[in-house]
């Protein structure tokens, strides 16, 4: 069935059982929790993929009574952990980036130099609060008191990203507000700094 092909989604929840078994509940949370910020993916679509995992034969479930309410709780089967690794063995696509912001800006000229610092100074508190949940989570890791310590030499990867990206955001909404506070009032009569332009050369020549 087409509706059965296995997806990114599909292998990151595998990815999840290899774990530990979960239930749908747990597993929705989970991944709300530690994928969000790389896979994110509405609710409603990872109800759905655990089922899938036990049509593909990937996962297996059991029911198990938590008070007087029956909850499915699904664990990896030796098929899946194959069809895990045989994923983990494709390197697979880049990120893809959206960012709403950045593309106001790449019109500013159509708006005023208000709405313009107003876009920068909201890119800016976006990754002030997207850090805030990073560095606690940062620091329970570095003192050994993280979920799933034991998987911290796996989990810093991304960690380490995503510190490094929140803040490469907000040094550019910092770079990016100074270029507009010279721009003239009207964005459409904004010109370039010449020595800016070539330090962007320079820093993109970095292989």
């Known amino acids: 069935m087409s509706s059965d092909r296995a997806t990114g989604t599909s292998y990151a929840l595998l990815g999840l059982l290899a774990v530990r078994p979960w239930s749908t509940y747990e597993l929705t949370r989970q991944m709300d929790r530690s ?39 699904y664990s990896i ?22 960012f709403e912001q950045l593309v106001k800006l790449s019109f500013a000229e159509h708006g005023s130099r208000a709405d313009a610092l107003a876009t920068v100074a909201a890119a800016r508190q976006w990754a002030q609060r997207q850090n805030e949940e990073n560095l606690s989570a940062a620091r329970e890791y570095a003192a050994g008191e993280g979920d799933f310590q ?12 995503f510190t490094d990206f929140y803040a490469l955001v907000a040094r550019w909404a910092d770079w990016a507000g100074a270029q507009i506070e010279a721009w003239p009032e009207d964005p459409a009569r904004a010109t370039a700094d010449p020595d800016e332009l070539a330090a962007i050369a320079r820093r993109a020549d970095w292989s």
């Open 150 to 161: 034991h998987r911290a030499a796996q989990g810093m990867l991304a960690g380490a990203f």
């Open 77 to 98: 089967t030796d098929a899946g952990r194959g069809a895990l690794a045989g994923w983990l063995a494709q390197p697979g696509e880049g990120p893809v980036l959206e």
């Open 35 to 73: 994928l969000r910020r790389m896979w994110p993916r509405a609710q409603s679509k990872l109800y759905e993929e655990p089922k899938k995992l036990v049509r593909l034969g990937w996962a297996s479930t059991r029911t198990e009574n938590v008070g007087q309410r029956p909850r499915t709780v």
